[in-house]
């Protein structure tokens, strides 16, 4: 009797605990974990009641339940340990059973997971047919890629696109849906769908023309379509629009410098780069060929155009140098040309080219006057040419200073003259990438004048102009007085 009744104590005890743990929704007890979320249908999102759910930890049925009205459910493992578990749904009428749905349990702590069912298709008459519009595949572009418009080619892609229900299958015709289509991220150049709104046919396929715009680039066509309720849309599919051809408005040739330190010497390189647009001022198709030829020296025959419509080819120093019957006219000797040439729409010639000179070694000359002896408080202006033997100029970079001396007297008590040049900034000047002699290029000035405003004594000055650039260095002197 003692014992019956310990028994019978004990099954009530477990009866209150398991009780109050399946009543309990604030959290898993000791040694259960709790698995809970929402059914919904996966089209509409509308609660689900009734749906009977089971969970299985291993190879048995560990527990089950079925959804309230709101669509909720709480399944409850009874482990030890963290293990895997898998949440099923089968047979609840009108939706696809959805199997084995893996979910990793710890004892003493919940998991929300939400669970939509799909419909399952509704058969039209006794020939079958197919379901409601759940998705909307994008099949393809022909051609995939166009041309810019208004330059001769194709510039037209059909696109397809193919409503499926929610077995994947094509929509039939009598759940065929109207599609609208819109461009994103494109160029803005024009470019456009047309019709912009299209309705299924009976194998839910559509068929819509992208038309390229003036401008080059990567755009990308979405279609939607309401179904049902609810918002279907495709993946975005991307088209190419590529440009036109070479047009002679947009197409430039300009070498790294013009002025090219490399009379007389060989094997140097000059890179020539080329920029090639189509007439909307875009880039050309990609791996546009141009070709290169010069009237000195070796020149790279053929570049192709990047993305960008860049090109570039090295010009190597050479025979012939531009001398004499080489020498571009009416320039003359040191002086040629670099042309580039590509085809352009309906084989047009497109080019241009440009004048470049090789400079030879750095010199100074007509140093005028010659010598000075500038009086109390006056100043004397002086002349001299910076070039090559040719007189040309020298090539950018190339530094020409002038400077002036006065020697300490014997006794360090007496007073000294003092001077004052002015060329450039701070006695230096820095040349420019130029090509014509002239002032400022080759033809230059400066100014001493006597900085002390009484007599002291006559002071012997040294002036001292220096050239140094790439084309070598070059020194010259003269002497006078200041009084």
Known sequence: MKKISLGFIWLVAFAVALNACSNDTGGPSAGVAVVSGFIKDASTRTPLSGVAIEGRAGTTVSTNTT???????????????????????????GYRDTLDIPVSVKPNEALLRDIDLNPKSVVVGSGGGSGLAQTIAFLGASPTQVSVYGVGGQETAVLSFEVRDSLGLPIDGAHAISIQFSLLGGPNGGEYISPSVLTTNAVGRAFVAFNSGIRSGVVQVVATANANGRTITSAPSR??????????????????????????????????????????SNP????????????????????????????????????????????APPYGDGYHYVVARTVGQSGSPVQDSVLILWSGRSQISNVTPGTFNIPNAGFQEFTFRASDALGHPLA???????????????DPNAAVNQVQLGFGRDGAIILEDVIFSGPGTTDFTFRLSDGSPVIIQTTAVSISIAIEGSNGTAFANLNGNVQ
């Open 67 to 93: 959804t309230d009205a709101q669509g909720r459910y709480e399944l409850r493992f009874e482990v030890d340990s963290a293990m895997s578990a898998k949440i099923t749904v089968r047979n609840f009428n």
């Open 239 to 280: 088209i190419v629009i590529n440009a036109g051809f070479a047009d002679q408005t947009h197409f430039t040739i300009a070498p790294e410098k013009r002025n090219f330190p490399t009379l007389g010497i060989a094997g140097n390189t000059l890179p020539v780069a080329v920029i090639v647009g189509d007439r909307y």
């Open 284 to 327: 050309v198709v990609l791996n546009t060929a141009v070709y290169f030829r010069s009237g000195a020296g070796v020149i790279q025959p053929t570049v192709f155009t990047t993305i960008d419509g860049l090109g570039s080819a090295n010009l190597i120093s050479g025979n012939p140098a531009p001398l004499g019957q080489y020498g």
């Open 396 to 410: 950018a970079g190339t530094t020409i200073s002038v400077h002036a001396t006065v020697p300490p007297p014997p």
